[in-house]
């Protein structure tokens, strides 16, 4: 696609033109930046880099709606307008290649450069590579940006039989659109329970048993050994157990890696993500960073991390663009997630550590809750169809406020009257 340029036309290769604030990756975090540098009063002159040639737009209905056809075929984050009238230079399908620190200047793809006073890098993450023989057949695709929901989307209609490799997020939301789509689907997750780094065996088994119930053929504990090929194109996934799932198209739902490589050449500090502080500062003061390519230090986990979230990167663009304005706040927010699958919503809000669980409200009504303590803390609440304990959730969770677990456990007792 044409890369575009908004309200003013990218430089052209080899001049230059500077910036009061560039911003590179052009997503929930890049734009929360500029969104709320401009909110909070910044008056100088903004860029917004980002390498997708679409208007940045909305990544979780990639994974849901779209491969269904009941979400538009691109949602934008924000219309043009935005950019016009809050005066963005949206510099769309140009990657950046290069950091200069000591002469404050960007390098693009075409060869054009970019000045900087501040500079916030939100390149995001991409996915995860698999690693095995026959993985660059065709028809084994992954899952990160509008132009891999195409090809998926295009595949998936002629597809048969569809093997999904990880039991994560992305792997069980592309199950459940494919399963409403007629297709014949196998998960393969490697370890002993789905989605088992983020929620607890509770919620785990939820979910299994609703994809087993719409016919997902689940196999846990298995590991990929190689894909099989006939004159290029995918025939089968070899499971190390010998196992043969005849399959024409794979999806490769692995992970996340986050996109570190211009900030590690520009001598940042990178330890699994772009290491930040409070204030979503780079070990350049010089240079922020915010979104799924940090790793920052987390009030809630008491320890450095990196979160993959829409509401991290907002929040965490909002905490750059504030501090760009010169109002400088450190980043508090309570951690959020969902995911929708067929007609169950999961809500997550806190992060937990595995302590003990409560449970509130109907697992057999598919409408319950976990609470997850630490100790007497509550630390998180993990929900299916229960909107409200996750909006509760968010409000007691940032006000360190812990229900006792007999309250928690009675659906009677009302959590509002703690807040
Ligand atoms: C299919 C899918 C479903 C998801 N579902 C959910 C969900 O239900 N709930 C939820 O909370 N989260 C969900 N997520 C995660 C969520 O989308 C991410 O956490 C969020 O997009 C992170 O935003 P970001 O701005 O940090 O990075 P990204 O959205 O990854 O954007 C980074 C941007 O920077 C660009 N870029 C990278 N390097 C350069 C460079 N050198 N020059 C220029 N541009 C560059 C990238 O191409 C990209 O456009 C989902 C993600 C996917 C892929």
């Not at 005066?87 to 075409?110: C, E, F, M, N």
């Not at 320890?303 to 760009?324: K, P, Y």
Request: proline fraction near 6%.
């Amino acid at each position: 696609m044409t890369p575009t340029s908004l309200p003013s036309p990218a430089p052209a290769a080899g001049s230059g033109t500077d910036f009061d604030l560039v911003v590179i990756g052009a997503s929930y975090a890049g734009v929360g930046i500029v969104a709320a540098a401009r909110e909070a009063g910044f008056a100088g002159r903004i860029a917004l880099v980002g390498d997708e040639a679409e208007l940045p737009y909305q990544r979780p209905p990639l994974s849901k709606g779209f491969l269904l056809g009941t979400s538009a075929a691109i949602l934008p984050l924000k219309g043009e307008p935005f950019y016009r009238e809050a005066q963005i230079d949206l510099i769309a399908g140009r990657r950046t290649v290069a950091i200069d620190r000591p002469s404050r200047r960007v390098r693009l793809d075409d060869g054009s450069e970019l000045g900087f006073g501040t500079l916030a890098l939100t390149t995001g993450a991409r996915a995860a590579a698999l690693r095995c023989p026959g993985a660059e057949l065709e028809g084994v695709l992954s899952l990160r940006s509008h132009d891999d929901a195409l090809r998926l989307s295009e595949r998936l209609g002629a597809a048969s039989a569809l093997v999904i490799i990880g039991g994560g997020f992305i792997g069980l939301e592309v199950a459940a659109a494919a399963i409403k789509l007629g297709k014949q689907v196998t998960v393969i997750e490697a370890g002993p329970r789905l989605i088992g780094h983020a929620v607890a065996p509770e919620i785990s088994a939820f979910i299994h048993s609703v994809h087993a119930g719409q016919g997902v053929a689940i196999r846990l504990a298995t590991k990929v050994e190689r894909i099989e090929g006939e004159g290029g194109r995918v025939i089968a996934v070899i499971c190390e157990d010998g196992t043969r799932l005849p399959c024409d198209l794979v999806l490769a739902a692995v992970g996340a890696v986050p996109n570190t490589e211009l900030a590690m050449a520009a001598g940042l500090s990178v330890v699994d993500g772009i290491v930040v502080d409070e204030f979503c500062r780079t070990s350049d003061p010089a240079i922020f960073a915010a979104g799924d390519c940090t790793s920052h230090p987390n009030p809630f986990a008491g320890r450095q991390m990196r979160l993959s979230s829409v509401q991290n990167a907002h929040d965490q663009g909002r905490v750059v663009g504030h501090a760009v304005a010169g109002k400088e706040e450190p980043y508090r927010a309570v951690p959020w997630f969902w995911s929708d699958q067929y007609d169950v919503k999961l809500q997550m809000v806190g992060l937990a550590n595995g302590g003990a669980s409560v449970l509130r409200g109907s697992p057999e009504e598919g409408r319950f809750s976990l609470f997850r303590y630490e100790g007497k803390r509550l630390a998180a609440i993990e929900s299916i169809g229960r909107p409200a304990d996750h909006m509760m959730g968010r409000r007691l969770i940032a006000a360190g406020i812990s229900p006792t677990p007999q309250q928690a456990a009675d659906p009677a007792f009302d959590l509002r009257s703690l807040a």
